[in-house]
């Protein structure tokens, strides 16, 4: 507790709800749809020596930017300069949408020279939303201290998960392919969806991951969020996802994950309550989305 980390801004809100719980001292480096800031993230890094630096640098979430190569020598390199324990989180890192799937981050450094990288990551995304299977790659000796932590706090995970999770993992060359086929397919819904309800709206379109991280033009993302939710949309807010408070206002994260037909409907909902300002009447229906 006290502890100084430094995580991006804005970045996956449950780690930074991980993190407070903990009560530690949240600093930032900031990342945009276009990419990372390299000399202020060194910078920040070379000024505040945090015990630990959080970053997602496979198709971000949720801005869904990808780290090009270059930048990730420059992180590997400057956290090992400050000490700091980098924890690379890679559980979108296979959604490759338009660009081959990145190496894992701690390949790239020279041998021995990624014995400060904690590599974590999950089958929730590649697979099922429900086999909450996670994984992490270390040193032996850090791997033997985080069983240890996980004993004191859960005993184990679902031993059946992982019975299911096995053969997954050894048929994700088989069965990875129709799944992000899927995914380009309800992108490209969504975005046909956006523009014909909210042409007013701006996004990039990310080459991976599961969501846009879309730019309402005003800071009304919570309110919009709230009278959504009264529609039956439930959306992550992007204030969500801010170090902050307040920050991000404007911006909603919008995942492509359901049918094409349910994705425009949420979006027509949306659209309804933003352009409206007003709740719509409660929807008997199931959440079209579930941030």
């Not at 997602?56 to 930017?65: E, Q, S």
């Not at 939710?229 to 404007?250: K, Q, W």
Request: glycine share 8%.
């Amino acid at each position: 507790a006290g502890d100084r980390v430094v995580t991006e801004n804005p970045t996956y809100a449950n780690a930074l709800d991980a993190l407070r719980h903990a009560r530690l001292r949240t600093g930032s480096i900031a990342v945009s749809d276009t990419g990372w800031d390299m000399e202020i993230a060194e910078s920040t890094l070379r000024q505040t020596a945090p015990r630990l630096a959080y970053v997602i640098p496979d198709f971000h979430n949720p801005t869904g930017a990808l780290m090009p190569e270059e930048e990730r020598l420059r992180l590997l390199a400057a956290t090992r300069r400050t000490g700091t324990w980098l924890v690379v989180d890679e559980t979108i890192a296979d959604i490759a949408l338009d660009v081959p799937a990145p190496a894992p981050l701690a390949s790239l450094a020279p041998r021995g020279g990624a014995d400060h990288v904690v590599t974590i990551g999950s089958l929730s995304k590649t697979h099922w939303g429900g086999l909450r299977v996670g994984w992490v790659r270390a040193t032996a000796k850090m791997i033997t201290e985080l069983t240890a932590v996980r004993v004191c706090a859960d005993m184990t995970g679902s031993v059946l998960d992982q019975l299911v999770a096995l053969p997954l993992l050894h048929g994700m060359e088989r069965t990875l392919p129709a799944r992000l086929a899927e995914l380009r397919s309800r992108r490209a819904a969504l975005v046909d969806s956006l523009q014909r309800h909210t042409p007013e709206w701006s996004w990039r379109i990310p080459p991976g991951g599961l969501s846009l991280w879309v730019d309402l033009g005003e800071p009304v993302s919570s309110a919009l969020s709230e009278r959504a939710a009264a529609a039956g949309v439930h959306i992550g807010r992007g204030a969500r996802f801010g170090v902050d408070p307040g920050t991000f206002e404007h911006r909603l994260r919008i995942p492509y994950t359901l049918p094409a037909d349910r994705l425009d409907e949420g979006v027509r909902r949306l659209a309804t309550a933003f352009h409206d300002g007003v709740p719509l009447p409660p929807s008997v229906d199931r959440p079209y989305w579930v941030a």
